[in-house]
C-alpha cells in the first residue's frame, strides 16, 4: 500500500523549459510535504517544502503546489537546467511533527541541452 | 562543518556474516534517522534515534535488526546473519530538530551500500 506515489518514473525536458513533477499521496493525515533531489551515489538533498496551510511554497526557481482535497502536489522547475538532472523523490509526514517521512518511488529528470 | 558521515560507502558481506554501518552525525544535530532504499524503490523508515534513546523504531525488522546511538561515537545499525534481501542502500540523516518540519532541515548522507552474496 502506497501512500505516496510518483506515477512517472522518469521525465525528459529541454534546457530552458518548465519541468514538472507530480506526486499523489492517499493518506490524509500528512500535513508536512517536501521534494529531495539525489544523484547517483549521494544521498538526498532537501530542495523545497510545503505545509498543508498553504498551497504554494516558491524558493528561486523552484516552485511546490500543494492542492489538498486532489491529494496532490507537484514540483515545478523553471527554466530547467542540465545540472537539475537527478532523480527527485516526493516524501510526506503526518500531524503532529512525526519524524518519520514517507518516500515516493522518484522521478528521474533528464535536462536535455 | 563536515557533512554527515557514513561509513563504510561499500559493505559486502556473505550470507550468515553480520553487517555494521556506522553515521556521524553533523555538529550540532541530536536526531538521527536510518533509511533505506531497496532497488527502483524509494526510501523507507527504519529507526529514529536520539543520543542514548531509540525513540522509534518502527520501521525496523523486528529481527536480526538493531541501532543505537551511543553518548559517545557515531550511530550504529546492525544487521546480523545478513541474507540477501538485506542487500540496498542504507541512509543515515542527522537533524537539529524533531518532527517532519525537521526534516526540511535535515541532511542526509552519502549512504552505505550493503551487498550481500
Known amino acids: 500500500d502506497q501512500q505516496v506515489k510518483q506515477n512517472s518514473p522518469s521525465l525528459s525536458v529541454q534546457e530552458g523549459r518548465i519541468s514538472i513533477l507530480n506526486c499523489d499521496y492517499t493518506n490524509s493525515m500528512f500535513d508536512y510535504f517536501l521534494w529531495y533531489k539525489k544523484y547517483p551515489a549521494e544521498g538526498p538533498t532537501f530542495l523545497i517544502s510545503i505545509s498543508s496551510i498553504k498551497d504554494k511554497n516558491e524558493d528561486g526557481r523552484f516552485t511546490v503546489f500543494l492542492n489538498k482535497s486532489a491529494k496532490h502536489l507537484s514540483l515545478h522547475i523553471v527554466p530547467s537546467q542540465p545540472g537539475d538532472s537527478a532523480v527527485y523523490f516526493c516524501a510526506a509526514s503526518e500531524e503532529g511533527g512525526s519524524e518519520k517521512l514517507v518516500f515516493g518511488k522518484g522521478t528521474k529528470l533528464t535536462v536535455n541541452p | 562543518n563536515a557533512g554527515v558521515m557514513q561509513n563504510p560507502r561499500h559493505l559486502v558481506r556473505r550470507r550468515g556474516q553480520e553487517a555494521r554501518l556506522r553515521c556521524s552525525p553533523m555538529?550540532?544535530?541530536?536526531?538521527v534517522y536510518w533509511y533505506r532504499q531497496l532497488p527502483e524503490e524509494g526510501l523507507k523508515f527504519m529507526v529514529y534515534?536520539?543520543?542514548?534513546?531509540?525513540?522509534?523504531e518502527s520501521g525496523m525488522p523486528k529481527e536480526r535488526f538493531s541501532a543505537e546511538f551511543p553518548k559517545e561515537g557515531p550511530s550504529i545499525l546492525r544487521i546480523q546473519q545478513v541474507v540477501r534481501g538485506d542487500s540496498a542502500a542504507y541512509f543515515c540523516?542527522?537533524?537539529?530538530?524533531?518532527?517532519?518540519?525537521?526534516?526540511?532541515?535535515?541532511?542526509f548522507g552519502q549512504g552505505t551500500r550493503l551487498t550481500v552474496v
Open positions: 534515534l536520539q543520543k542514548e534513546n531509540i525513540i522509534d
Open positions: 555538529k550540532g544535530h541530536s536526531h
Open positions: 540523516a542527522s537533524s537539529p530538530l524533531f518532527g517532519g518540519q525537521g526534516m526540511s532541515l535535515a541532511f
